[in-house]
């Protein structure tokens, strides 16, 4: 800034004609005199400082609500489960302060836990040699249309699987794979009465059977699936036209509803993108369990599960055209609409839920219970809301959420002047899924807004050319979203979901009787073995089972003997009643690695091929003598 | 080429004031000879089509030349395709053509040019209808030229079709055609190496509707009350030149993952806050210039007067070129979302800034302090112009001098290292 008080300033003469009329006018008013208003400046000076935040990253944190900052030693409101994309695991963060809690290994293979070494892993995971998983969509079961904290569903995109969460324990108890379909994208439960299914969407299309005697497009199908939350068992499969993106159930229990973007059937980008409106195909699963229970259905190949054809013309499924490539399908928490997110069209598709009925027994035609399309901006690609009639929607292409009122859209589209959009905010960068607390309950309390942003880019530290995501928190408890909160997460959630702290009842440490080590204790028994007192080793021909408690800061055995080539299995039940003395199991140079929390017993089988001395020890921090937690296994020479 | 000569088509036309009239009751039967008449064109020949209202057509002759009496009306009747083009190089002209079908699910087109018509040519045709005016299916090597293209303004804006719809053609010369009313103007996705010149988009969701489409050419087009006049989105090797957007919404033009692009010469004015029911929607200010994501693009000669925001910036948009673009009058110049400062001179030019408030004492048309438009101060000025008069207060002074020891009231963005003192040359609003 010029010094005006600087003697050696060039004398410009405004009355130069040489002078740029920039120049004339800064030294006309450079010179003239602002006594007169001088006053005012102490008045300006002190609002100065909200002018500069609008558009500033670090101010975005200062203006919130404030109480998302939950102190040391506070807990949380929420618990957030989080997909974790393609690293196969779904995480357990508190909201609103976004802090990680705690990991669950699903379709991954977990060095700490041991998730994918154990027994008892294996066992979940089941006959399928996939290392790898996709998770996207976390759903927890709900009883009438509450959550009731028992089970958390996620889909595993990559191998065609679902697994099931228990939220007691925190460990996936089971895995199912579905049959004759690629790639399960879209999850979703039935709500009420209770969480009796599953449904799940394939999203590619293949032949059926696929084995490889067919391999045209035409005669490739994909499939709705539901699968039985208790059982885990595939109850029955839906062959769709077109294929399918994502799906939510209603309030009632009738009607499922989900998203096509590929109604072209093309396998190239450009032939996905050519029609103007794709659909949304809703399914009647009463008329589904009819058509199962009087047997028309078919099987395919050595599958058991029943496929019903629910193709164009089918009385089980009904098409609704919607806009362009739709892409989210959310269910409103009062039960009234699906709403249908465009994508490649800048609207969202409002499904009145109690017309469904009527277009299933043809009393009115196919777009028909469209009951407004609101404008909402580029690239709609989720919606969740807040239980107050306001619906929150993410806009990929304007990097923004726009909040806007479910009740005015349609009054607009009725043709009255109202404005259904209340507020756009700016998120960083590219959000996908978005979540608001409660959403998919009849609890949905509009609290927090989580966006999941699928660029960071500039707004953490770099850390080399692979960024983390960022998911963002919001307050939506008043009248304007605010942002409060960046968090980085890595590879790569889709999708999260809010609960109430008080919906979930987890145990502080394993029942010993749990049904998630049935097997260990089934063999222990068989072996005469008792697991919660017992250190022994039982030889089974070349077959070693070796039984331990584990104890802070000691190994029940601290040494025990095999030959060389014994396939060992190593039980270990953790005898600490105290919560958090988890134990690990740790062989070293065998890649053996497991977590025994106070009461479980995990086991572990290898072959012991290399004679020698092998030590082992306690991973898991557990006590002041921790490091001295160790053991050696003997191995004799063949 | 051949004119073929129908002498009972030439006595037709001396009637054509009393065959309007009563064409109702025998248009099925014109449009059948009609029909048979185009049918059995030869490649080479020429046809008008006679004064009167006729049903729709479908031309499968290849190489033929097909265009209207002045008084010649195609009515669809609502429903389908008003003509239809299924062959190689045929030139369809000088038609007036309306009420074609509504269905979007069977994209409905005025004129459809299917995927065997390459090298059609549809000329100063006037359509107005409900769903696609013309519709490009996969066409290479297609001119549509002087058409004026008018939506059907009664439906909803969601349900009405584009005016030229650009399905993964190439080669398309799409120029000097009006549009308004339609939902989206022209709207090109997954076609490449396309021309799009001297169109003017009035009244429409989206001017040009943008998607992954690569090395288009964008020349010389006028978008005006739209709500955004030029949406490009997710793709690469664009040239955007001599464009205008005036009195559009939301954005005059946008560039969502654009790069290794070239925008030239724009002039984009007066874009205002998005609404909706005649409400402003918080959040949506009008940007002049929004770029996203995008990268490696030169910005030169570029306009932008009196927008809510002149640029908005964000996403990692870095390694952008920029110099000589001007930013008069909006009251937000910049809005520079990043955490990394962006240098905005090429090569010791920069950019004309209204609100620049610096001197130029060696008189070099370059201001010899950077133009910082985030600068707080900046800001404050246009918010409270009367600030103005207390440029060289010493409060002023201290403000600025105080924002610039404590960084905290000053957020990272843009740096004019060499502001122009005066617009560009040539530079014109």
């Known amino acids: ?638 | 080429m051949i004119i073929k000569k129908l002498r009972h088509f030439k006595t037709w036309q001396g009637f054509s004031f009393l065959m309007a009239a009563i064409c109702s009751f025998i248009s099925f039967n014109i449009n059948a000879a009609l029909q048979t008449n185009l049918d059995r064109l030869e490649p080479g020949e020429s046809f008008t089509l006679p004064a009167g209202t006729i049903s729709s057509l479908v031309l499968r002759v290849p190489n033929v030349a097909v265009s209207c009496h002045k008084n010649t009306v195609i009515d669809a009747e609502g429903h389908g395709h008003a003509v239809e083009i299924l062959a190689e190089e045929i030139i369809f002209s000088d038609c007036q053509i309306r009420n074609w079908g509504q269905d979007l699910n069977k994209l409905d087109a005025g004129i459809f040019v299917s995927r065997q018509a390459r090298g059609a040519v549809i000329k100063n045709n006037r359509l107005i209808g409900p769903a696609f005016g013309i519709w490009l299916d996969a066409t290479p090597d297609v001119i549509v030229r002087n058409n004026h293209i008018h939506g059907e303004a009664k439906l909803r804006s969601q349900d009405r079709g584009n005016g030229i719809h650009l399905f993964n053609t190439s080669g398309a010369l799409i120029e000097e055609n009006q549009i308004s009313e339609t939902r989206d103007g022209i709207y090109i996705e997954s076609a490449n190496n396309n021309t799009i010149r001297n169109n003017l988009m009035t009244s429409l969701r989206y001017g040009v509707h943008y998607m992954y489409s690569m090395d288009n050419l964008l020349e010389k087009n006028i978008t005006r009350g739209t709500r955004t006049g030029y949406a490009l989105m997710q793709s690469k090797r664009l040239k955007v030149i001599d464009n205008r957007s005036e009195e559009d919404e939301n954005y005059g033009i946008l560039m969502n993952f654009i790069t290794d692009s070239i925008l030239v010469n724009n002039v984009v004015e007066g874009v205002s806050q998005g609404q909706t029911a005649g409400k402003d929607i918080s959040g949506a200010e009008g940007k002049g210039l929004f770029v996203y994501n995008s990268l490696f693009n030169t910005f030169d000669g570029n306009y932008f007067i009196d927008n809510n925001i002149g640029i908005h910036l964000t996403a990692g948009s870095e390694d952008n070129k920029f110099k000589n673009n001007a930013f008069i009058n909006n009251a937000h110049q910049v809005k520079y979302v990043a955490n990394r400062i962006q240098e905005w001179s090429t090569d010791g030019v920069g950019n004309y800034w209204s609100d620049y408030l610096g001197w130029d004492m060696n008189d070099d048309a370059i201001g010899d302090v950077a133009y910082e438009p985030n600068d707080g101060i900046d800001r404050l000025l246009w918010k409270y112009p009367a600030a103005k008069l207390l440029i060289n207060s010493p409060s002023v002074i201290m403000l600025r001098w105080v924002q610039r020891q404590f960084p905290i009231l000053k957020s990272l963005g843009v740096k004019d290292s060499y502001p122009l003192m005066t617009l560009p040359a040539g530079l014109m609003p």
């Open chain 1, 1 to 638: 800034m010029i010094d005006k008080n600087d003697n050696n300033l060039p004398v410009i003469d405004t009355e130069d004609c040489h002078a740029s009329e920039h120049v004339k006018m800064s030294r006309r008013l450079f010179l003239g005199s602002s006594t007169a208003v001088v006053g005012a400046v102490g008045a300006l000076g002190a609002g100065i400082g909200s002018l500069f935040s609008s558009s500033t990253v670090a101010d975005s944190h200062k203006n919130g609500a404030g109480d998302h900052n939950i102190g040391p030693g506070d807990l949380d409101e929420y618990y957030g489960f989080w997909s974790g994309g393609h690293s196969g695991e779904v995480r357990i963060l508190g909201v609103p302060s976004m802090r990680e809690l705690m990991r669950i290994p699903v379709f991954n293979i977990d060095s700490a836990t041991g998730w994918g070494l154990t027994n008892e892993s294996k066992e979940v995971l089941g006959d399928y040699p996939y290392q790898n998983g996709d998770c996207h969509h976390p759903h927890i079961s709900l009883t009438d249309g509450h959550y009731d904290g028992k089970y958390l569903f996620i889909n595993d995109k990559a191998n065609t699987r679902v697994a099931r969460i228990r939220l007691d324990i925190m460990k996936t108890d089971r895995i199912t794979h579905v049959p004759n379909v690629q790639a399960i994208h879209g999850l979703r439960l039935q709500k009420v009465p209770y969480t009796k299914y599953v449904f799940c969407n394939a999203e590619f299309f293949i032949p059926q059977p696929n084995d490889g005697n067919e391999f045209s497009l035409e005669k490739s199908y994909t499939m709705f699936n539901a699968i039985d939350a208790e059982t885990m068992e595939v109850a029955w499969q839906v062959i769709v036209d077109g294929n399918l993106d994502n799906t939510d159930a209603d309030y009632t229990g009738k009607y499922v509803a989900a998203t096509c973007y590929n109604s072209e059937k093309a396998s190239d980008l450009a032939g996905t993108m050519r029609n103007d409106r794709d659909w949304v195909v809703v399914f009647s699963i009463e008329r589904i369990e009819a058509a199962v229970k009087a047997g028309s259905f078919k099987t395919i190949g050595d599958s058991k599960v029943p496929v019903v054809d629910g193709r164009k013309g089918s009385d089980l499924t009904r098409y609704i055209p919607v806009p362009k490539n739709p892409h989210g399908l959310n269910t409103s928490p009062d039960g009234k609409y699906f709403i249908a997110n465009g994508k490649l069209s800048p609207t969202c598709s409002i499904i009145a839920i109690d017309r469904l009925d009527d277009l299933f027994e043809n009393k009115i035609s196919e777009r028909d219970p469209i009951i407004a399309e609101p404008e909402l901006g580029l690239g709609p690609l989720h919606t969740t809301f807040d239980g107050r009639g306001n619906a929150y929607t993410t806009l990929f292409i304007d990097s923004q959420v726009v909040k806007w009122n479910i009740e005015d859209a349609i009054k607009h589209y009725q043709g009255e002047e109202v404005s259904y959009i209340r507020q756009k905010l700016d998120v960083h960068y590219q959000p996908g899924h978005n979540h608001a607390s409660l959403t998919e309950s009849r609890d949905a309390d509009g609290k927090w807004l989580v966006v999941l942003s699928k660029f960071s880019k500039d707004r953490f530290l770099p850390v080399g050319p692979l960024h983390p995501e960022n998911d963002q928190l919001i307050d939506i408890s008043g009248e304007e979203m605010k942002l409060v909160h960046d968090g980085p997460t890595y590879a790569e959630p889709h999708d999260c979901i809010l609960v109430r702290r008080d919906q979930i009842k987890t145990k502080k440490i394993w029942d010993p009787k749990d049904p998630f080590f049935a097997s260990a204790r089934k063999q222990a028994e068989k072996d005469g073995v008792d697991l919660e007192y017992d250190n022994t080793v039982i030889r089974d021909g070349n077959k070693v089972r070796v039984y331990m408690i584990s104890v802070a800061p000691v190994f029940g055995l601290n040494e025990f003997k095999v030959k060389q080539g014994d396939e060992v299995t190593v039980y270990v039940s953790n005898r600490d009643m105290v919560e958090d003395v988890t134990h690990g199991f740790c062989m070293v140079n065998h890649g053996v690695n497991m977590e025994i929390s106070p009461q479980q017993t995990s086991s572990i089988t290898f072959i012991a091929s290399k004679p020698g001395v092998h030590w082992y020890y306690c991973s898991w921090f557990c006590h002041a003598l921790h490091m001295e937690m160790t053991g050696r296994m003997i191995v004799e020479k063949a």
